[in-house]
T-cell receptor, first 114, second 114 residues
């Protein structure tokens, strides 16, 4: 079975510091896509970053970047220069190419401290 | 630019009552999903649809029914609500998953069953 594991239920970071959220997944497929979604207190789910498994280059979006280690099946999210607005629940998700089922992790609640 | 719209946003039910959650998307997406979000459990798939007139069971379908009579609408029904169905419900839609398209989410429905 395909699974996504987020082993850090809660984390905190000081404003302006860097924090890394971990995510591991399990699949026997070779072509898939990985995502990080942010859910702020407003409850809206927002896509933070997307990674294609066939690309070795790590995806980046402004202050957000990933460390994608395909052999280790690891997909961590690094947030640089943390801001108060980054306080949110973060979900790691995964989908195999050509399918319709997204698999979500249990989430990491991040609090950015002033 | 509505995207995915869920109604209602909040609802309180008594055990045994029924209700329908409505999801509408204006992006001509083929795939639509209903998830429930519970603390420590991430997002779990209830039912999904890969096209008008078709539905399928997800990970936690018991106690729920769905219909997709029109491509833009996906309805989630609770025939006899139970306290275990207290949760936040999210509807989402996407293009066919050939290229790992991102999910577009509604703003969620907070349901409490007393």
């Amino acid at each position: 079975a395909q699974t996504v594991t987020q082993s850090q239920p809660e984390m905190s970071v000081q404003e302006a510091e860097t924090v890394t959220l971990s995510c591991t997944y399990d699949t026997s497929e070779n072509n898939y896509y990985l995502f990080w979604y942010k859910q702020p207190p407003s409850r809206q789910m927002i896509l933070v970053i997307r990674q294609e498994a066939y690309k070795q280059q790590n995806a980046t979006e402004n202050r957000f970047s990933v460390n994608f280690q395909k052999a280790a099946k690891s997909f961590s999210l690094k947030i640089s220069d943390s801001q108060l607005g980054d306080t949110a629940m973060y979900f790691c998700a995964f989908i195999t190419s050509g399918t319709y089922k997204y698999i979500f992790g249990t989430g990491t609640r991040l609090k950015v401290l002033a | 630019n509505a995207g995915v719209t869920q109604t209602p946003k909040f609802r309180v039910l008594k055990t045994g009552q029924s209700m329908t959650l409505l999801c509408a998307q204006d992006m001509n997406h083929e795939y639509m999903y209903w998830y429930r979000q519970d603390p420590g459990m991430g997002l779990r798939l209830i039912h999904y649809s890969v096209g008008e007139g078709t539905t399928a069971k997800g990970e936690v379908p018991d106690g729920y029914n769905v219909s997709r009579l029109k491509k833009q609408n996906f309805l989630l029904g609770l025939e006899s609500a139970a306290p275990s169905q207290t949760s936040v419900y999210f509807c989402a839609s996407s293009l066919p998953g050939v290229s790992g398209e991102k999910l577009f989410f509604g703003s969620g429905t907070q349901l409490s069953v007393l």
